[in-house]
């Protein structure tokens, strides 16, 4: 059972790649990606852009500009 909606869980991957989640919310954000294969490829896809990104700069880059950069890029092919 999720008691979370797409809206809410597609905007709670940011605050969760930060680690921002409570556990609460970590807890309902994991329940509705293992229950939904839409917001289970976004997650994914954001994971693994932050993780090849983090890679390629190091900590050059502050991860919240990183951040910005990734989902104006997702948020343009969508
Ligand atoms: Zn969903």
Known sequence: MTTMD???AKKDIDAYLDGELGDQ???DFMDH???CADCRDKF???K???NLLQL???DSVPPTKL???IFG???QTD
Do not use: F, H
Request: net charge positive; with cysteine.
């Open 56 to 58: 390629v700069y190091n």
């Open 6 to 8: 797409c809206r809410t």
């Open 44 to 46: 994914r896809s954001s």
């Open 67 to 69: 951040r910005e950069n």
């Open 48 to 50: 693994k852009s932050i």
């Open 73 to 75: 890029k997702l948020g």
């Open 25 to 27: 919310e970590c807890k």
């Open 33 to 35: 990606v293992d229950d």
